[in-house]
């Protein structure tokens, strides 16, 4: 059984594993010329941290991650305004929790990969086309790939997604957001920060810094737009936007990268209508983005690609010969299957960001007073387990 995956992020990377591991051959195809290296730092627990445990990787996963302290509000002068505990959130997912960046996530998936697994870059998909027996993914350079399955993980702005089902504006749902992550050295600033995940306590915008272990400083913002247009110049645009900001902020942007370097997007989701059409099924924020106000997408992507492996081992099993065809009725089945077990974990994290939006991001004073009240109670018992509840949303059983 032959398999072709678009994109070489943490979808696509963690099912590559999974089905070379039942038996496919496994071809993934990356539009981009290289590893990306912009990114931002996610806190990696549930559902994926799980699979990455059943993969072997967690040794990995803790060596390349971080243990940050707290989660911090500093107004314009730096003073601390409100914090949460990491060791308490820890606690509360029984301490399998890491954070980690994103592109340090990739290159341990990537590194797992066997040799037999072929991994191109600089391959960008143009054409699908279904077969009875098969599906074809051509590329600009006029490849023909043919596989029994072919899988979109290639992203919330998916190529194989806008081939199959049309433009994404008819499925992606914008939060109101944009957000951008970069990396720049300065010491001052490194020290300032220590070992906490420091945030401005602002409203409608907020820029955030955290420590890495190079000597160099990771900077993650996020602000209210209500144009989803993607600025030209991604630098300029930040410097318009957090211009105003005191405390860190201003080095943070004096140090900002050409545009090049920096990762901008907008915040959104993605609610398609069913995951799956022919011999092409999507996994990841291909089909199931919860977006960065919500968490763990990286998370419920690793576990949406085993998910899927687990589903189309559980009906076509595992084969010592990778040339052998897929039933294409079993076939059926385990993709209905896959869906199934993941929309309602993807449809409750969704709520959750939505209903969260607010607190996330304050657009008012009062919301942001109210966020702070809220924090400073996070120690009391029972009040803990509700905000992390309220944080991480229904689990995958």
């Not at 194989?160 to 994404?168: M, N």
């Not at 687990?310 to 099993?317: P, V």
Request: charged share 25%; proline share 5%.
């Amino acid at each position: 059984m032959k398999a072709v995956i678009c994109g070489a992020g943490i979808a696509g990377l963690a099912l590559a594993h999974r089905l070379d591991a039942a038996g496919w051959s496994v071809t993934v195809l990356e539009q981009a010329a290289a590893p990306r290296t912009e990114g931002y730092m996610i806190d990696f627990f549930g559902p994926g941290y799980d699979v990455l445990d059943r993969m072997g990787l967690l040794p990995q996963l803790q060596e390349h991650g971080y243990r940050v302290q707290a989660l911090t509000y500093r107004d314009e002068r730096g003073r601390r305004r409100a914090s949460l505990s990491y060791a308490r959130f820890a606690e509360m997912v029984d301490g399998r929790l890491t954070s980690i960046m994103r592109p340090d996530l990739e290159r341990i998936l990537r590194h797992a990969l066997p040799e037999r697994v072929a991994l191109r870059f600089d391959s960008r998909l143009t054409r699908i086309d279904h077969r009875s027996d098969r599906v074809d993914a051509t590329t600009a350079d006029g490849t023909v790939h043919r596989a029994d399955l072919l899988i979109g993980a290639d992203g919330i702005h998916s190529t194989v997604r806008r081939l199959v089902y049309g433009d994404e504006r008819h499925f992606l749902r914008y939060l109101g957001f944009h957000t951008a992550a970069w990396v720049f050295d300065d010491p001052a600033v490194r020290a300032e920060i220590g070992d906490e995940f420091a945030l401005t306590d602002s409203t409608r915008r907020q820029l955030g810094c955290y420590a890495l272990r190079d000597g160099r400083v990771a900077a993650f913002a996020v602000h209210h737009s209500s144009d989803p247009t993607l600025p030209a110049d991604p630098r300029a645009a930040l410097h318009q936007e957090y211009a105003d900001l005191g405390w860190i902020v201003p080095q943070a942007l004096a140090a900002c990268p050409p545009a090049d370097e920096i990762y901008y997007d907008q915040v959104a989701q993605i609610d398609l209508p069913y995951w799956n059409h022919g011999r092409v099924v999507l996994v990841g924020d291909a089909c199931q983005a919860v977006s960065l106000l919500a968490g763990q997408g990286a998370s419920l992507a690793v576990a949406g690609a085993q998910t899927l492996a687990d589903e189309l081992t559980r009906a076509l099993g595992t084969t010592p010969d990778p040339t052998a065809a897929a039933d294409p009725t079993l076939l059926a089945t385990a993709l209905r299957r896959y869906e199934t077990a993941m929309r309602p974990v993807i449809t409750d994290k969704q709520q959750v960001a939505r209903r969260g939006a607010r607190w996330f991001v304050p657009q008012r004073q009062w919301w942001l007073r109210a966020r702070r009240v809220a924090l400073a109670a996070a120690g009391l018992p029972g009040v803990d387990r509700m905000i992390v509840g309220a944080m991480v949303g229904r689990s995958r059983t």
